[in-house]
């Protein structure tokens, strides 16, 4: 049976690393159908919304979603609209995994880790934000709650396992931030006794980061916070060649969204240059919530021959290959 996704091209560069994306999947047979809906300035301009309620609908009915990135207008209205949407279809684990591929500029080679980051709660959520109206002072509450610490610890676990994956490492600040990351920590180790199978272990985030610089090889599955976890997943794209290279799920118990999580990169829309490796990564973790694990591994690797080889690679990656250069040699290697 075909499965029906919800597609948002988004804004600036994210209409072409979108086409790439589509072609690569329908050259390898996934058998997707589109329902095309619009965030972001495009939405905008089209309808005078960010997030058009018909996008909404089309995500709920779906389940599915694959979204370029967007453009959150500077202003009044949404502070972030990937935020509104996670809030939205309370997608609370945001799964971001960081691989190293030969040939690119990544300072390291043989890393493969996750990072599993809380998508919902925490500092994001800016319980109670406040500037006075002098500015001088402003301020907000970092709320948690053990349900929220619970299931994304526990989606972690089962991530690993499903994964095949040996050790998940817990991240917190529980020396200074007693209270808030004090139960993330409490709860994650009460969770990890459920999986004898799996090693765990827990870090503070200074320490996680300064060791993920020294020695990435020592991590496997990484769980935080929302606020460790969106740093130290971008700190894990650095180990691999940047943001370029970075794909991002996010997962709730109704919804699944999954994308490429640079910006829409306005300064080289239209030129025709633009990596669309991560937006493509992304659709193979797509393919993975689908349970079409083959697709999914054919995808990450002919990424990896691609850009090993440097065939048509685009600028970020080193060669003078254009978007549509390099998506058929991506295409080539799965057709």
Partial sequence: MTQQITVIRG???????????????????????????????????????????ATL???????????????????????????????????????????????????YQDIDLITVRE?????????????????????????????????????????????????????HKANILKDVTGMFLRVAHEVA???????????????????LVMRPEQFDVIVTTNLFGDIISDLCAGLVGGLGLAPGANIGEQAAMFEAVHGSAPDIAGKGIANPCALMLGAAQLLEHLDDHDRARRVRSAIAEVIESGDRTTPDLGGDGTTEGFTDAICERLG
């Fill in 193 to 211: 006794e459920d999986y004898a199978d799996i090693e765990s272990n827990d870090l503070i985030v200074d320490n996680a980061c300064m060791q």
């Fill in 57 to 107: 609908e089309s995500i709920e009915n779906n389940r599915v979603a694959l979204k370029a990135p967007l453009t959150t207008p500077v202003g009044g209205g949404f502070k972030s609209l990937n935020v509104a949407l996670r809030k939205h279809f309370d997608l609370y684990a945001n799964v971001r995994p960081a691989v190293s591929f030969k040939g690119s500029a990544s300072r």
């Fill in 119 to 171: 998508n919902t709660e925490g500092a994001y959520l800016a319980e109670g934000a406040y500037t006075a109206p002098d500015d001088s002072r402003a301020e907000s509450k970092m709320v948690v709650t053990r349900k929220g610490c619970e299931r994304v610890v526990r989606f972690a676990f089962d991530l690993a396992r499903r994964a095949g994956r040996k050790k998940v490492t817990i991240v």
């Fill in 11 to 53: 804004d600036g560069i994210g209409p072409e690393i979108m086409d790439a994306t589509l072609r690569m999947l329908d050259t390898i047979g996934a058998g997707l159908e589109y329902d095309f809906q619009l965030a972001g300035l495009a939405a905008q301009e089209e309808t005078g919304e960010l997030l058009p309620q």
